[in-house]
């Protein structure tokens, strides 16, 4: 069984579109988070979500929006796309609190053009 | 800026070797500091992690090793496989948020 799932794997849209990349875990965890992996693989968090909480990274545009339907489940939204935004989104999550292990998700390619 | 680097970029080391991944940080509030592999097409996995009270930690042939008043820390992987070859990052968090500040990556070959 897939612990922290994502679909899709590809996706392929144009400047200005909205989309939404679906993430699922299974691992019966409190908080989920969004990472962005660049062209470089450099890799810089967006998000981190429980019950309770959203916290932003302040340097993610407002374009950009989690959503949570219930605890299992932490979605993005992506709005006005722009060529910037391609790049590798991964999903992950893990127990609440400091220093528990977070599982990624395989990521989400996505090439805006 | 970047507040965890993290050196090399890449490197290569012959079968059985040592590989020696170098991480220095910032922000003195970061109270957690994981070792995460990932191999091509696949997201970031665990390697090892460790806290600030205590300055090595071992894991097979995986050991961290933490200087609290440097600021640093390293991951050193003993007799490398070639099955060892992927790109670690190193990472740091400091708050219940969990929120992980990854170094820019180390992509390590190792030459059968």
């Known amino acids: 069984d897939t612990a922290v799932s994502q679909t899709p794997k590809y996706l392929v849209t144009q400047m200005g579109n909205d989309k939404s990349i679906k993430c699922e875990q299974n691992?019966?965890?409190?908080?989920m988070y969004w990472y962005k992996q660049d062209s470089k693989k450099f890799l810089k968090i967006m998000f981190s979500y429980n019950n309770k909480e959203l916290i932003i990274n302040e340097t993610v545009p407002n374009r950009f929006s989690p959503k949570s339907p219930d605890k299992a489940h932490l979605n993005l939204h992506i709005n006005s796309l722009e060529l910037g935004d391609s790049a590798v989104y991964f999903c992950?999550?893990?127990?609440?609190?400091?220093?528990?292990?977070?599982?990624f998700g395989p990521g989400t390619r996505l090439t805006v053009t | 800026q970047q507040q965890v680097k993290q050196s090399p970029q890449s490197l290569i080391v012959q079968k059985g070797g040592i590989s020696i991944i170098n991480c220095a940080y910032e922000?003195?509030?970061?109270?957690?500091f994981p070792w995460y592999q990932q191999f091509p097409g696949k997201g970031p996995a665990l390697l090892i992690a460790i806290r600030p009270d205590v300055s090595e930690k071992k894991e097979g042939r995986f050991t961290i090793s933490f200087n609290k008043s440097a600021k640093q820390f390293s991951l050193h992987i003993m007799d490398s496989q070639p099955g060892d070859s992927a790109t670690y990052f190193c990472?740091?968090?400091?708050?219940?948020?969990?929120?992980?500040?990854f170094g820019g990556g180390t992509r390590l070959m190792v030459k059968p």
């Open positions: 922000n003195t509030a970061f109270d957690y």
């Open positions: 992950a999550s893990s127990q609440a609190g400091l220093g528990y292990e977070q599982y």
């Open positions: 990472a740091a968090s400091k708050d219940a948020g969990n929120m992980l500040t």
């Open positions: 691992l019966g965890h409190d908080t």
